[in-house]
């Protein structure tokens, strides 16, 4: 009798082990789930944002002909400026390419020229607004530009507006999927926690059946146990998603991340709510279905 007791005793020691540790993984999966979600929730909301600053950091150069005359530069400059699809136009002449030549190369590079003319090329540096920013309305910009007989040829990265477009696609397509991923493998953890819980619970579970309890009544304690952990989850996840958007807008302060507070608090009080649906339907689910379970599992 005496080993009967000290074995049940270190079988009821092993599964509260066991109920720990499964615990910790299945919130630090929900956590990640609620990050990722998140995250995916904010790459949405400010993908037009994100695109925009992209698109208007794209333009292109117009390289003029040498001894082309300055008023005749800044005339086609002040041309452009007045275009719809014109968001900046910088003219920088022969004096200003060569400081700034020098400047990247950390010397002066003339000296090394001798009494050759400068070679560089004055130029207008185009920037378009993000709407235009795409290679087909780049191309007809390209045409009207070269059109002009003082310019020499137009450097820019073709397509380069479009392939940012396809990667920020693929990037939300591929959070998406992870977080499908993630959502499953919370459940099944969550489900096994509980399964864990009710095996250490097992002779109270089994003498609150045999008094007629109710399954809401016997459901009642475990759901608060794992809705508390949805909380948790979601205090850590929201925590990650501050510092990873402080880090981003540190890092790309022209989108303005902190401006749309609406969005934020929308997305916040998403990441909680998600997060206490799932561990209450996770937990509702995995105890109906071990509590309609043959009872000699109970003992197993």
Do not use: C
Request: net charge positive.
């Amino acid at each position: 009798m005496q080993g009967n007791n000290i074995s049940m005793y270190s079988e009821n020691k092993s599964t509260k082990r066991r109920f720990v540790g499964s615990y910790f993984v299945s919130l630090l999966s929900i956590t990640l789930v609620l990050f990722v979600l998140g995250m995916y929730a904010f790459s949405v909301v400010y993908t037009d944002r994100l695109l925009n600053h992209l698109r208007e950091n794209i333009g292109f150069e117009i390289v003029i002909k040498n001894n082309v005359k300055e008023a005749s530069i800044e005339a086609l400059r002040d041309e452009l400026k007045k275009k719809d699809y014109v968001k900046s136009a910088e003219y920088i002449s022969k004096e200003e390419a060569t400081k700034r030549l020098e400047k990247d190369l950390g010397e002066n590079f003339m000296q090394w020229l001798g009494d050759v003319e400068n070679p560089l090329l004055p130029s207008i540096d185009v920037r378009l607004v993000s709407n235009y920013a795409n290679s087909d309305s780049m191309a007809m910009v390209e045409k009207w530009v070269k059109s002009k007989t003082i310019v020499k040829e137009i450097l820019y990265q073709k397509s380069l507006s479009d392939t940012i477009n396809r990667n920020i696609d693929k990037v939300k397509t591929i959070l998406f999927f992870v977080s499908v991923i993630l959502l499953i493998v919370a459940s099944t953890l969550i489900s096994h926690t509980v399964r864990l819980s009710i095996y250490s619970k097992r002779f109270t579970v089994r003498s609150m059946q045999l008094v007629g309890a109710t399954e809401p009544f016997i459901i009642k304690p475990f759901l608060k146990t794992f809705m508390s952990q949805g909380v948790i989850a979601a205090i850590f996840s929201l925590i990650l998603i501050t510092l990873t958007l402080v880090a981003m807008n540190d890092f790309m302060p022209e989108i303005s991340i902190f401006n749309g507070y609406r969005y934020i608090i929308a997305i916040y009080a998403g990441v909680i709510v998600l997060s206490m649906i799932l561990t209450m339907l996770s937990t509702i689910v995995a105890m109906r279905k071990y509590l309609n379970a043959d009872v000699d599992k109970f003992y197993m």
